[in-house]
């Protein structure tokens, strides 16, 4: 896709300027740019604002034989597609001005990116992660003599003892008596991102101060006001034979907790408001289903209105080695699906709009009539208020929205907003995000995990 005929004027608002990039340019022209700016007046005054307007013709580039599958299972290709992906990511975090992780982030990504590259990484005390090429998560620490146990448990007990010994050394030299030693920390749970913790006494008899202990946390979580209330009705009323944490994920459904496809079919269509990450997420979803699912997956956008979002999806097809149309209209899907019968995940992004832009709301009706999609997928921030959530739910146009997606986990300090979401809607989470590391910081939701996310505090969590 590039960009011809490319031409600049004035318009007063965004119509206007659609109706003049047609007049100019014909019915292909696509708005590439809007600046707004104030022009005329005289020393300063009686200025009037105007739009200052790129538009453009985006030209199909000649196709590419599609790939073989066979390629595609190839493992070196495989990994040095996901490096490339990774640094396309994390460049991508660096030039958005996101904040610099913190040492233990960072050396989970110095991990998790050589773990896509079969090398070796460091971890904060000097020992080496010998990195298997045979899978991307699977690790283990090496010792400095080099010698690998055969059984886990062996392994797990040289491990324990040598953190010992390096423990003992160092309170010798800060003149510490063992027995004054630090407390033990809560193990750390398995995840790719921070899990809760168990909420002690969750679990206990009625009477002993346990729902008091459940609405703090609640409260501290943001959880909308009234479905605290319900929850500590419903759990009162129940045989209590469930600690609160279980009992609370067993209320939350999740694609995780399924056997069926967490996308939910083979066409699948993706809403949400401007800056929660969309075309992000879609890319991370299309790198696991291609690069590791081995699934033929295309990738579809209709967002022709920032050029920026088109080449962005553009750079991370080409990446992933997947093939990617733009949709100019909705009487495309048609030939566009016709000449893709081979995928088997078809994923479309839409443009991101505020929510109270009524009129281009009301464009994605008519996107979903022509795509007919198996799951529409609702992506928002994990860090916005409940209030803003339910004013983006109220202001989507007549489009069943049967999935919810939160981005953002590791930018919010509660996910009571999550939650609140999620039981006011009733519709189950597929995917959560945190991070800009594949395939580590996407993972099919599950009722546990968020239960977790939202009975643990924040110290808690960047302690797991």
């Not at 300027?17 to 009686?46: H, P, Q, Y």
């Not at 073989?68 to 958005?96: G, N, P, W």
């Not at 995840?191 to 946390?217: E, I, M, N, W, Y």
Request: with cysteine; hydrophobic share 40%; glycine share 10%.
């Amino acid at each position: 896709m590039r960009v011809v005929n490319q031409i600049s004027f004035e318009a007063r608002d965004d119509a206007d300027a659609l109706r003049l990039a047609a007049e100019r340019l014909g019915k292909d022209a696509v708005i590439l740019s809007t600046r707004a700016v104030r022009v005329g007046g005289i020393l300063g005054f009686f200025q009037r604002s105007v739009l200052m307007v790129t538009a453009g013709i985006l030209e199909e580039e000649p196709k590419k034989e599609p790939r073989a599958r066979e390629s595609r299972d190839d493992e070196l290709t495989r990994r040095e597609s996901l490096i490339a992906f990774q640094k396309l990511m994390e460049f991508k975090e660096r030039s958005s001005g996101t904040p610099s992780p913190s040492p233990s982030q960072a050396g989970s990504a110095r991990a998790a990116y050589a773990a896509a590259g079969g090398g070796v990484a460091s971890s904060a005390d000097g020992d080496s992660v010998q990195l298997s090429s045979e899978g991307l998560s699977s690790a283990r620490l090496v010792r400095p003599e080099g010698a690998l146990p055969v059984s886990e448990a062996r392994m797990l007990k040289d491990e324990v003892g040598a953190l010992s010994q390096r423990l003992d050394s160092l309170m010798e030299r800060l003149g510490i008596p063992k027995a004054q030693g630090p407390e033990p920390q809560p193990a750390r749970a398995d995840t790719a991102f921070h899990a809760g913790l168990p909420v002690p006494g969750l679990a206990g008899s009625p009477g002993t101060g346990d729902g008091q202990d459940v609405g703090k946390r609640l409260r501290a979580a943001e959880v909308d006001e009234g479905i605290i209330k319900k929850l500590l009705a419903d759990y009162g009323s129940s045989d209590r034979s469930l600690p609160f944490v279980e009992w609370l994920a067993s209320r939350i459904p999740c694609s995780g907790d399924g056997e069926g496809d967490a996308a939910g079919g083979r066409k699948v269509m993706f809403l949400g408001p401007t800056g929660v990450g969309k075309t992000t997420t879609i890319a991370k979803l299309a790198a696991v289903q291609a690069l590791l699912e081995h699934r033929n997956v295309l990738l579809l956008t209709s967002d022709t209105y920032r050029i920026a979002a088109v080449d962005q999806l553009r750079t991370y097809a080409k990446i992933l080695g997947v093939p990617l149309e733009v949709v100019f209209g909705a009487d495309s899907f048609p030939s566009v699906l016709d000449g893709h019968p081979e995928a088997d995940l078809v994923l479309l992004d839409t443009a991101g709009r505020a929510q109270r832009d009524r009129r281009s709301l009301e464009a994605f009706k008519t996107l979903y009539d022509a795509f007919a999609p198996d799951a529409v997928h609702l992506v928002l921030a994990a860090n916005m208020k409940y209030g803003d959530m339910m004013d983006v739910v109220e202001h989507i146009p007549d489009i069943p929205v049967s999935h919810l997606i939160f981005t953002k986990l590791d930018e919010t300090v509660s996910c009571g907003a999550v939650f609140s979401v999620q039981q006011t809607l009733g519709r189950p989470v597929s995917f959560l995000t945190a991070g800009q590391n594949v395939p580590n910081d996407i993972e099919t939701a599950s009722g546990k995990r968020i239960a977790d996310l939202l009975m643990s505090s924040d110290r808690e969590r960047r302690m797991a």
